[in-house]
């Protein structure tokens, strides 16, 4: 809030010392560290009042709105993310003995989400590398672009020359 350094905080307490005196500093600070401890409540308590109304005036609802309108992508991966962790936490084969029919089929099904779970992870690592490629193409190409428009050498040191 002030911030005060080391150096400043040494002068603040050579000063204080001079002027109140070594018998009466500890009694001067005790009353400065129960002034700061109110004020710290203070702003707690109104931060918390403030964090109060905003989510009875439904800010925080409005911030997620403009959130999905901004990033819409994003937002249905979340829900996504959200549907499938509550989906993996639903299938727990432990649940049921080994021996049922039930168990059986509890550690099947546990055994396909894993697979599905691999595969779309598998699939995901593969989409973002072939964007990055892609990427990385147009990023090629549009330098090569303004190097052969402007006749500048490259990168490597190299000079171009215009086409």
């Given at each position: 809030?002030?911030?005060?350094?080391?150096?400043?905080?040494?002068?603040?307490?050579?000063?204080?010392?001079?002027?109140?005196?070594?018998?009466?500093?500890?009694?001067?600070?005790?009353?400065?560290?129960?002034?700061?401890?109110?004020?710290?409540?203070?702003?707690?308590?109104?931060?918390?009042?403030?964090?109060?109304?905003?989510?009875?005036?439904?800010?925080?609802?409005?911030?997620?709105?403009?959130?999905?309108?901004?990033?819409?992508?994003?937002?249905?991966?979340?829900?996504?993310?959200?549907?499938?962790?509550?989906?993996?936490?639903?299938?727990?084969?432990?649940?049921?003995?080994?021996?049922?029919?039930?168990?059986k089929l509890s550690a099947e099904r546990a055994e396909?989400?894993?697979?599905?779970?691999?595969?779309?992870?598998?699939?995901?690592?593969?989409?973002?590398?072939?964007?990055?490629?892609?990427?990385?193409?147009?990023?090629?190409?549009a330098e090569a672009a303004v190097t052969g428009a402007?006749?500048?050498?490259?990168?490597?040191?190299?000079?171009?020359?215009?086409?």
């Amino acid at each position: 809030m002030f911030d005060l350094g080391l150096s400043e905080m040494l002068v603040v307490g050579t000063v204080a010392l001079i002027v109140v005196g070594p018998k009466d500093l500890p009694v001067l600070f005790r009353n400065v560290g129960r002034y700061v401890g109110k004020a710290k409540g203070m702003a707690r308590e109104f931060s918390r009042a403030m964090n109060d109304a905003a989510d009875d005036a439904g800010i925080k609802d409005v911030a997620k709105g403009l959130k999905t309108a901004s990033n819409p992508v994003g937002s249905v991966m979340d829900s996504v993310k959200d549907a499938t962790k509550d989906l993996t936490s639903a299938i727990d084969p432990t649940k049921f003995g080994p021996g049922t029919e039930t168990g059986k089929l509890s550690a099947e099904r546990a055994e396909s989400a894993r697979k599905i779970q691999a595969s779309t992870a598998r699939a995901a690592a593969d989409r973002k590398a072939r964007e990055a490629a892609e990427a990385l193409a147009k990023a090629e190409e549009a330098e090569a672009a303004v190097t052969g428009a402007t006749g500048v050498t490259d990168v490597t040191g190299g000079a171009e020359s215009k086409p």
